[in-house]
């Protein structure tokens, strides 16, 4: 009887699957020092420093940043996750929530970082752009147009590729080093 035998099903793979890589505290740091000017720098600090996700970083809108100084000082950023952007089938959509309710808190920012994203908050700001990383026309720029700027600016570093979506697990890796 065909219906006794055992079979072995073959795992399901997808297309999105990705490598397990991140990149290093110094890796980070380097990474974040030669990117200046590139537009998805703020995207990779909010990733990056933040541990937000894709999504989550290209939803931030610049009046939602704040600023607040410890007492030694330093200023940390605070960043409210209160929205995704995704690109579907060719058109970006917002998405006016988080992804989950476990998402819908702040990321962190410590300095350094959070100098240079005060920095891109208040260019933002004065340039009246809508979103952080706004595609000049008052919309939120692509996620994939972002990811592949991300990704071709590496090929042309001296650094190796991590995926965009693995900064989360970095920051990650950053957190648990200190």
Not at 23 to 48: D, H, M, P, V
Not at 60 to 83: L, M, Q, S
Not at 142 to 170: C, I, K, Q
Request: proline share 5%.
């Amino acid at each position: 009887n065909v219906m006794l035998r055992r079979f072995i099903m073959p795992t399901m793979t997808s297309g999105r699957e990705r490598t397990k890589d991140v990149y290093s505290t110094k890796e980070l740091e380097q990474i974040f020092e030669e990117c200046r000017g590139e537009i998805w720098e703020g995207a990779f600090i909010l990733g990056a420093f933040g541990g937000g996700q894709r999504a989550e970083v290209m939803g931030v809108k610049p009046h939602e940043a704040d600023f607040a100084e410890d007492g030694a000082g330093d200023v940390w950023a605070v960043v409210p996750v209160n929205r995704g952007v995704h690109l579907l089938d060719g058109e970006v959509v917002v998405e006016e929530h988080a992804k989950n309710n476990a998402r819908e808190d702040v990321m962190v920012i410590p300095p350094p970082y959070s100098l240079r994203l005060r920095q891109l908050v208040r260019a933002a700001l004065k340039r009246g752009d809508e979103w952080l990383m706004d595609d000049g026309f008052g919309e939120p720029t692509d996620p994939e147009a972002m990811t592949r700027a991300y990704g071709s600016w590496l090929a042309r570093s001296n650094h190796r590729y991590v995926p965009f979506g693995n900064l989360r697990n970095a920051y990650s890796t950053m957190l648990h080093a200190k």
